[in-house]
């Protein structure tokens, strides 16, 4: 079985919330399973297989330590991640920062037709108008 690509790995909630976990700091896999298991209603083998995956993308790594196994956050990997996502909100940003600015002309102009609209509702005989031509006594 090939390995899966770290991005895809992440797509999932239970792995996502491991690799939080070990991000604080090695983390036996007793504890995972235990914290994991419970938020989620899985069962000890299940998290194991989760914890499988990350390790097989190189998310995270494992050693032994007497009877336990401790698993830990890999630095590199995370970083391979986030210079991906940073590549993505580069590509991305002249976009999204043009469709802003499209929705706030929008948003003006629509203002701007719907304050014209009352300015014609209100004209000389309405109630809005009198209201205003009246003087404070």
């Known amino acids: 079985m ?7 790995a992440l797509g999932d909630p239970v792995r996502r919330r491991l690799v939080e976990l070990v991000g604080a700091g090695e983390r036996p896999a007793g504890d995972l399973a235990a914290a994991v298991g419970a938020e989620f209603g899985i069962s000890q083998p299940a998290v194991s297989r989760h914890l499988r995956v990350l390790r097989e993308a190189g998310l995270v790594e494992s050693r032994p330590q007497g009877t ?4 830990a956050l890999r630095p590199q990997a995370v970083d391979e991640v986030g210079r991906w996502a940073d590549e993505v909100v580069r590509a991305w940003r002249p976009r999204l ?6 929705v706030a002309r929008g948003r003006r102009a629509a203002r701007a037709g719907h304050d014209a609209g009352a300015a014609r509702t209100a004209g000389p005989g309405s109630q809005h108008s009198r209201s205003q031509q009246r003087s404070p006594s």
Do not use: I, S
């Open 2 to 8: 090939a390995a899966m690509h770290p991005m895809d």
């Open 68 to 71: 336990v196994r401790l698993y």
């Open 97 to 102: 920062d043009a469709l802003a600015t499209e």
